[in-house]
């Protein structure tokens, strides 16, 4: 297992947080979306910014993502602290590693978990897309941006 940088964890922590704010039982790759978005200061949303994003249409965009997929009689008494990832998520996660290895970076961080789920079909990667950022668009601005540092 990669070292885990302390923002990475925080926004694990904030993600669940979000889960529990929108009564789900999984913590879902939209929860930990708008944690980093909510955290603002981290590579990832810095990325993005860099790369022509607007992250509150982003967020704005995932939050309704989120309330279109809860049907209504999916509302939930969550008193329980350990709400799980949902199987997208925990993969995620083990793809966040491996790019984390791609990149010969010592510790898995936010730019990590985009890039990862940039390889996965999922909600976010498609509203991504419609906003033109690939995989291979967000690698080239990290590697810009490491060069430009």
Known sequence: ???????????????????????????????????????????????????????????KKIERSLIKNKKEDEMYDI?????????????????AEKECDILKEDYLDTHHIILSLLKTKNSINGILKIMKVTYKSYDSQIKKSVIED
Not at 79 to 95: A, E, Y
Request: net charge neutral; hydrophobic share 40%.
């Open 1 to 59: 297992m990669k070292k885990i940088a302390p923002k990475v964890k925080r926004i694990l922590n904030m993600s669940l947080k979000q889960a529990k704010l929108y009564d789900d039982l999984e913590v879902k790759i939209e929860h930990i979306m708008i944690a980093l978005i909510n955290d603002y200061n981290n590579r990832a949303i810095k990325t993005l910014e860099d790369m022509g994003i607007d992250v509150d249409v982003l967020h």
């Open 79 to 95: 008193s329980d602290d350990t709400i799980p990832l949902n199987f997208t998520s925990q993969n995620i996660i083990k793809g």
